[in-house]
């Protein structure tokens, strides 16, 4: 049903189209008072097709999609439109994507390129002690970009009011499932900063590697917004380009790492793995307390993004946060961090986790400024790259 919540009267007028915009009905309420109204679309209009939902409660326009789903529990999806207003757009030409999920099956996405044809779907019978991607080094998912010519190019690109880099490997193979990987920068940083500095010295390690990555950089500001910016810029890659749509990874320094601890808070099902430099808690969306594997990186020197202030304050917790959402085993006395006198620095990976959601801690001497970039005595470059690289190739 398209549930209405109204805090005061306002009149009400809710129109149906199919998707090539022909009006199929009005209903109109009139003034309604403040109180919770439901209609019953699919009860009333049945079949398995694509429908669009237009209401309008007093001057406020909102536009939605609705697929009735008789084959599952009646159940019906309603998707909001990304424009708002009274002009009506045709949408048989959208691209979309779907999740599905189920008890003992690996989730899978897939992308919708027609709303008017009919979409079969097999998920793929996993172990329930596994993870939902099917278990380390699982086959790739492929997104429907996968062997069709791309029209993206990178450089500077803009999703709504943000602008973002994005950079995948030329010549381009579009057969080749690439892993994608979000980098956030820091406060003051943007887009183009990160493409300048390599995205935190990784894309020169996956070139290297000759593994096919794609690096996609947005400017934010750690914001409920850039959570939708991630997600647009997502579906569009996967439609246009061919991603493995179960190795997506996220990192970041300062706010950038606190970007990529709130996106691990809700988007465990898009997300395979987050590493988090120099983070703090911010939670700008709802937490969503499921697994997802973790990866901190912290300087014990750190005055900005604090390691422990105590009350749940500083990255510690996070850390703790994640191993216990993984179940992995929280030790009875504090897990080994570098402490004075300790030349490298000290990883620790949490034992008992649930396969597939491995929570690792790389602690280390200096301050926040320095983090992103930590060096060991000795050293001539830094080991942060690294340590991520191997984080996210583990699966």
Known sequence: ?????????????????????????????????AGHYSWNIPGEFGAN??????????????????????????????????SEGRAMAKSAAAVDSLEISASGYATKTVMVESFDAQLNVSLTAVDNSGDRWGGLKN???????????TTLTNGIKTMG????????????????????IFIYHWAGGSAA???????????????AAKVPAIFVAP???????????HDDILTLLKANLCVDSSRVFTTGYSLGGMMTYSLTQSKQKKL??????????ISPTPKIQEPIAYFGLSAMGDQTCIWDGGNGRGSKYIILEKAKDNGCTIPATDFPVWKSGIAKHVVYEFEGCKP??????STFDGPHGKAEVAKDPGESASWVPKEIWAFFTRF
């Open 219 to 229: 400017t934010h500001s750690a914001s409920a917004a850039d959570h939708v910016i």
């Open 193 to 207: 900063s990160m493409k300048n500095n390599n995205y935190y010295g990784i894309q020169p390690l996956a070139t």
């Open 272 to 281: 395979r793995a987050g590493a988090g430099i120099a983070a703090a808690i």
């Open 356 to 361: 597939g959601y491995p929570v690792v801690q």
């Open 1 to 33: 049903a398209l549930e209405l919540e109204l805090a005061e009267s306002a009149p009400v007028v809710i129109e149906i189209f199919d998707i090539k915009s022909n009006l199929l009905k009005v209903e109109n309420r009139g003034v309604q008072g």
């Open 49 to 82: 097709k694509l429908l669009i939902v237009r209401a309008s409660v007093g001057d406020r326009v909102s536009t939605f999609r609705c697929m009735p789903s008789s084959g599952y529990a009646g159940r019906a999806a309603f998707l909001k439109s990304p």
């Open 161 to 180: 009011n943000r602008d973002y880099s994005l950079d995948f490997p030329t010549p381009y193979d579009m057969n080749a499932p690439h892993m994608v």
């Open 139 to 149: 086959p790739p998912a492929k997104s429907a970009g996968c062997g069709k010519a």
